[in-house]
């Protein structure tokens, strides 16, 4: 009972503070768009932008949950238009449940799967897909609109269509992971899932996407952001160690998709020894030895401990070289929101192992890595250089 509160008490307060950080990078961006000196035919576009933001985050979210309750094979089919509209009745239900008794999941896993419970994880899929839908409205309508009436600048025009492009490749790229795990070769014991590949395809893709939105909206919003003219070499160390920390950052939120396409998660869920050691006997337990970064679980969550651990030493690095420069307060507020979420992240990676990966507490740290990458880029772009834009 004791560890079940702790726990509980440890939830809320990791939630009440990602919120609150969101909540202080929001205040700040708009308090600063308006004081930077946008202009008002081109503040929509950055608030269009950052809504886009928004939408691409409850996308990345809504399939990760959808990863960890194992909805993702329940739509054994894919239309444009027809997918739309879910089963409106009894019959449409047995329907569509009995296209799911067709394929390996249902017949090596579920076999004992009642209608109610293929409601459910139907839904929770159906959700992911309708919600990547909107993404594309939300991109496409205003983006359509603001061009007509000449409010997006020259230079951001040719990334508008590079988004566009992202965000429907990003659609196919959905469908063609979800193809991986209707299909098995021969029968086997192991738990029908998507491809790791694909996977993590489709959750870079998207990370791709949030961080290109991010990034420009940001560069309409503040226009007062970057470095001043005048540059010291702690400053352009300051920026290049920052750079270097972004990279990371993505790469080791992307190394989470291996985990989560492997279960690797649940492999070793001890801390920080595996298995009472440091490096464990498995790690290379496959030939040739490559495919054990991307197939072996315990190579991979291996991997994923290491790129934490070296996240964490970078923005702590970063921390460290900004703390003596006299940054501006948008610059010095980025570091630190920076700072705090990396450890925020590490304790709730920390916490999802060993508590053998609960949902909750899985899908928080995978919401964690999107608002570390946030403060990273947001970081980023206050200490590049200034650059006029026509």
Request: with cysteine; charged share 20%.
């Amino acid at each position: 009972m004791l560890l079940t509160s702790f726990l509980q008490r440890q939830r809320t307060q990791i939630w009440f503070s990602i919120r609150q950080a969101a909540q202080q990078t929001r205040r700040v961006l708009v308090v600063n768009a308006r004081k930077s000196g946008a202009p008002n035919r081109e503040r929509g576009v950055g608030i269009w932008l950052m809504g886009c933001c928004g939408m691409v985050v409850g996308s990345v979210v809504l399939g990760g949950v959808t990863r960890l309750t194992e909805s993702g094979l329940s739509m054994v089919d894919w239309h444009l238009v027809k997918g739309i509209k879910p089963p409106t009745n009894e019959e449409e239900w047995k329907n569509e449940f009995e296209k799911y008794k067709q394929y390996p999941e249902f017949k090596y896993v579920h076999q004992t799967m009642t209608l109610d419970e293929f409601k459910r994880i139907f839904y929770m899929e159906y959700s992911h897909r309708m919600w990547g839908r909107c993404v594309g409205i939300v991109f496409a309508l205003p983006a359509t609109y603001f061009w007509l009436r000449g409010k997006i600048p020259r230079w951001l025009k040719p990334r508008i269509i590079i988004y566009g492009g992202l965000l429907l490749f990003q659609g196919l790229l959905g469908w063609y992971m979800v193809k991986s795990g209707l299909k098995q070769e021969k029968e086997s014991l192991d738990i029908p899932r998507v491809s790791q590949y694909r996977l993590a395809a489709h959750l870079g893709s998207a990370l791709l996407l949030y961080s290109l939105l991010f990034w420009s909206g940001l560069e309409v919003m503040l226009k007062g952001a970057g470095s001043p003219a005048n540059e010291t070499r702690a400053l352009v160390r300051l920026r290049h160690a920052t750079r270097w920390t972004k990279a990371i950052v993505f790469l080791t939120a992307l190394s989470g998709a291996f985990v989560a396409g492997l279960d690797a998660g649940l492999v070793y869920n001890s801390f920080p020894k595996m298995a009472n050691r440091w490096i464990p006997d498995d790690l290379f337990a496959m030939e040739p030895k490559w495919r054990n970064l991307f197939e072996n679980a315990t190579t991979v969550q291996f991997n994923h401990r290491l790129l934490g651990t070296i996240a964490l030493s970078s923005i702590a690095w970063v921390w460290v070289l900004a703390r003596p420069l006299a940054l501006a307060p948008r610059a010095r507020l980025a570091v630190n929101c920076l700072a705090g979420m990396a450890f925020i992240q590490v304790s709730l990676g920390i916490g999802t192992l060993l508590f053998y990966v609960p949902i909750s507490l899985a899908a928080a740290h995978q919401s964690g890595s999107l608002l570390l990458l946030t403060f990273s880029l947001w970081l980023s772009k206050e200490l590049a250089r200034k650059r006029p834009r026509l």
